[in-house]
């Protein structure tokens, strides 16, 4: 049988699409950020925010990329240029890293505790990956969760769509480590129950986490896929596409097969 002892899941991007409340909490932390009243974003600031937010690599950048948006910074100049973007607001504003990612974790820590529920409301899942994860898992594929979301919101996140894992199975915030020394631990010391002499595989919609696994010799012979629905940029997808060991993985591979998924692997 053609399938990993291990499947091991990023979750935001790839199970779990959490684009609304990325552009809610970014919003609430851009009023606070630069002095505006907390009213109603602008019409279409949330339209244009949802396919530039793969540009984003840490969480206290999305609301400067709000104020790039509405200081008339296009979008061609995000896509190509963010890095560069965001070093030239910081410098205009003289915000710093660290207040604008206090910012945003306040706006997410006020908003769980007052609202658990609504906040929980703002996340969907991709179509058809809660059928095909429930299968995976009647099969005996043993599913690791890695991401950077805490771990009891993606549990009570999986619970909501009918998907019980247990706690050891999710490595989530909390955990404090890189995933590529999570991954090391599940291929060197396999959890008893997914101990069978098959391979370790990773999905991911983050293409510089990838190229963190493969610049890592000792996960060598971890298999690697780069979900193309998730937060990743067609510059990305295209360079992932040419990757001889990253395999470029579309959601209607990912709710099929496994055989799919590989090819000719």
């Known amino acids: 049988m053609l399938a990993p002892a291990i499947l091991a899941l990023d979750f935001d991007g790839v199970l779990c699409d959490g684009l609304v409340e990325y552009f809610q909490t970014a919003w609430r932390a851009y009023c606070q ?4 009243p907390l009213t109603p974003p602008p019409d279409g600031l949330a339209d244009r925010f949802y396919p530039l937010r793969p540009v984003i690599e840490t969480g206290w950048e999305m609301p400067l990329l709000l104020h790039a948006l509405q200081q008339g910074v296009d979008d061609a100049a995000v896509l190509d240029h963010w890095q560069s973007v965001v070093q030239e607001i910081l410098q205009e504003t003289q915000i710093q890293p660290d207040v604008a990612m206090a910012a945003v974790d306040g706006v997410r ?6 609202d658990l529920e609504g906040w929980l409301s703002l996340h969907r899942f991709y179509p ?3 059928e095909w994860l429930q299968g995976a898992i009647a099969a005996g594929i043993f599913p690791v969760i890695i991401s950077t979301k805490e771990g009891r919101f993606i549990q009570a996140l999986l619970a909501q769509a ?3 894992l247990p706690p050891e199975q999710i490595i989530g915030k909390e955990i404090q480590q890189p995933k590529t020394v999570t991954l090391k631990q599940l291929q060197t010391a396999p959890p008893a129950e997914a101990a069978a002499p098959r391979p370790l595989w990773f999905v991911e919609d983050r293409l510089k986490t990838l190229d963190k696994v493969q610049a890592d010799a000792a996960l060598n012979e971890v298999t690697l896929f780069l979900v193309d629905w998730g937060y990743n940029t067609a510059t990305e997808r295209d360079r992932a596409a040419s990757d001889r060991r990253v395999h470029l993985l579309s959601l209607s591979q990912f ?3 496994f055989m799919g998924w590989v090819g000719a692997l």
Not at 33 to 36: K, Y
Not at 109 to 114: A, F, Y
Request: negative net charge; hydrophobic residues 35%; without cysteine.
């Open 33 to 36: 950020l630069f002095d505006q």
């Open 255 to 257: 709710s099929g097969e």
């Open 162 to 164: 009918g998907v019980e």
């Open 109 to 114: 820590d006020r908003w769980i505790q007052s």
């Open 128 to 130: 058809g990956v809660i």
